[in-house]
C-alpha cells in the first residue's frame, strides 16, 4: 500500500485575502450585535440583520481554519470508516469546507430569516398593543367598515367606563385625500397622544395632524391649511398640533365632521373600565368583537402575517434548493478528485460495494 499510494501536499486551504475577509467578517458581526444592543427602533434592526449577515460571512470563509478540526473531535471510534474519515479530513482540508460551506450559509439565512420575521412580528404586535389607550376594543363585525349606531349606543349607555367613539371621515388636503377622525376633547385627551409640538386639544376650526401626514401636506404648527369635506365644502383649519403614533392621519372636532359629512360613522370604539365578559355578552348576536389591544391587533394583522410566513417558506425552499444543487456539484467535483484514491482502493482487493459504503459514509459525516 505504501508503494502503491501517491504522495500529494495539498496546497494551504487558507488564501490570505480569505483569511483577512474572514476575521473581518467576524469582528465587524460583534461590532453590530454591539451597536444594535445599544440603539433603538429601526437602527437596532438592521444593525442585528447586518450582524447576522456578517457572522454567516465570516463562518464561511473561515471554514478551512476550524471544521477539519471540529470533524477530528466529533468523529469518534476506532473503526475503519471512522479512521477514513478523520484522515479524509485532515487531508482534503479544502474538500471538507466546500461541502459545508452551502450547509453553513444555508442555516445560517434560514435562522436570520426566520427570527427576524418573527421579532418583527411580535415588535409590531407589541407596538401596536401598546398605542391602544384603552383595555378594551370594539371593532365591527367582520366584512363590516363600521359599527353599526345601535353597537355605539349601547357602548355608551353600559356601566360607567370611559368610552371613546370617534367618527372617521375623510378630507382633501391640496391634491391628497387624508383620512380623518372627528372626536371630542375627552376622547382626544384619552388617547393619551405623544405631542410633537403645539397642542392636542381639539376645537372648532382647528386640526392635529399625525407627523407623517404632516410631512405628506407640507404643514406645520399654527399653519392655516385649506381642507375640503366630503360636502364638498372649503374649509381652512388651523394645525394645532402635531402627534406621533395615532390611529388616524388627522383629528377634527366631532362636530366639524359630523356637520360635513353626515355618513360618518364609527370605525373603532376603546372602551375603558368595563369587564369583557359581560361587554361581549351585551352585545352578542351583533357580530361586533370585543378584544384586548393584543387580540384586535392580532386579528387585524393576521392576513399579512399568512402572506408574510408564505414568503417566509418561498424564501428558505429556493435557499434549500440552491443549498442542495451545491452540495451535489461539490460533492461530484470531490468525487473526481478522489477517482486515484478510489482506484488504490480497487487494487489493493476493495469490491465496489466497499468502495461506494465508504464514500457514502464519509459524505454523510461531511454533512
Same mark, same amino acid.
Do not use: H
Given at each position: 500500500m505504501e508503494s502503491l499510494r501517491v504522495s500529494e501536499v495539498e496546497r494551504s486551504p487558507m488564501t490570505r485575502s480569505r483569511g483577512i475577509a474572514g476575521v473581518c467578517a467576524v469582528v465587524g458581526a460583534f461590532a453590530f450585535a454591539a451597536a444594535s444592543g445599544l440603539s433603538t427602533g429601526g437602527s437596532s434592526a438592521m444593525y442585528a440583520v447586518t450582524a447576522v449577515m456578517s457572522a454567516i460571512v465570516g463562518v464561511t470563509a473561515l471554514g478551512p481554519v476550524y471544521l477539519p478540526k471540529l470533524m477530528q473531535i466529533l468523529v469518534r471510534g476506532s473503526g475503519p470508516t471512522a479512521e477514513l474519515i478523520r484522515a479524509e479530513s485532515a487531508h482534503g482540508v479544502r474538500r471538507v469546507s466546500s461541502v459545508l460551506s452551502p450547509v453553513l450559509v444555508l442555516v445560517g439565512f434560514a435562522v436570520m430569516l426566520t427570527g427576524m420575521i418573527d421579532t418583527m412580528d411580535t415588535a409590531f404586535d407589541d407596538n401596536a398593543s401598546a398605542a391602544v389607550p384603552t383595555d378594551l376594543v370594539v371593532s365591527p363585525p367582520e366584512g363590516a367598515p363600521t359599527l353599526p349606531p345601535d353597537v355605539v349606543e349601547t357602548v355608551h349607555s353600559y356601566g360607567s367606563g370611559t368610552v371613546i367613539a370617534p367618527?372617521?371621515?375623510?378630507?382633501?388636503? =391640496?391634491?391628497?385625500?387624508?383620512?380623518?377622525? =372627528?372626536?371630542?376633547?375627552? &376622547?382626544?385627551?384619552?388617547?393619551?397622544?405623544?405631542?410633537? =409640538? &403645539?397642542?392636542?386639544?381639539?376645537?372648532? &376650526?382647528?386640526?392635529v395632524l399625525d407627523r407623517d401626514a404632516a410631512g405628506r401636506v407640507g404643514a406645520h404648527i399654527g399653519a392655516t391649511v385649506e381642507t375640503v369635506f366630503p360636502d364638498g365644502r372649503n374649509i381652512p383649519l388651523e394645525v394645532a398640533g402635531i402627534v406621533t403614533g395615532a390611529p388616524a392621519f388627522a383629528f377634527v372636532d366631532r362636530g366639524t365632521a359630523l356637520d360635513h359629512d353626515r355618513t360618518a360613522m364609527t370605525p373603532v370604539l376603546y372602551a375603558d373600565g368595563i369587564e369583557q365578559a359581560a361587554l361581549a355578552d351585551t352585545l352578542a348576536g351583533t357580530g361586533a368583537q370585543v378584544e384586548t389591544p393584543s387580540q384586535y391587533e392580532s386579528a387585524g394583522n393576521a392576513e399579512d402575517e399568512r402572506l408574510l410566513r408564505l414568503f417566509e417558506l418561498a424564501l428558505v425552499g429556493l435557499s434549500l434548493t440552491f443549498a442542495a444543487l451545491a452540495v451535489a456539484n461539490t460533492m461530484a467535483m470531490a468525487t473526481t478528485n478522489r477517482r486515484a484514491a478510489f482506484g488504490l482502493l480497487q487494487r489493493i482487493g476493495a469490491t465496489r460495494r466497499q468502495i461506494l459504503a465508504s464514500s457514502q459514509r464519509s459524505r454523510r459525516w461531511s454533512r
Open positions: 367618527v372617521a371621515t375623510s378630507v382633501v388636503f =391640496g391634491d391628497r385625500v387624508v383620512d380623518v377622525w =372627528g372626536i371630542d376633547s375627552a &376622547g382626544m385627551s384619552a388617547l393619551d397622544l405623544e405631542v410633537e =409640538g &403645539g397642542s392636542a386639544d381639539l376645537k372648532a &376650526g382647528s386640526i
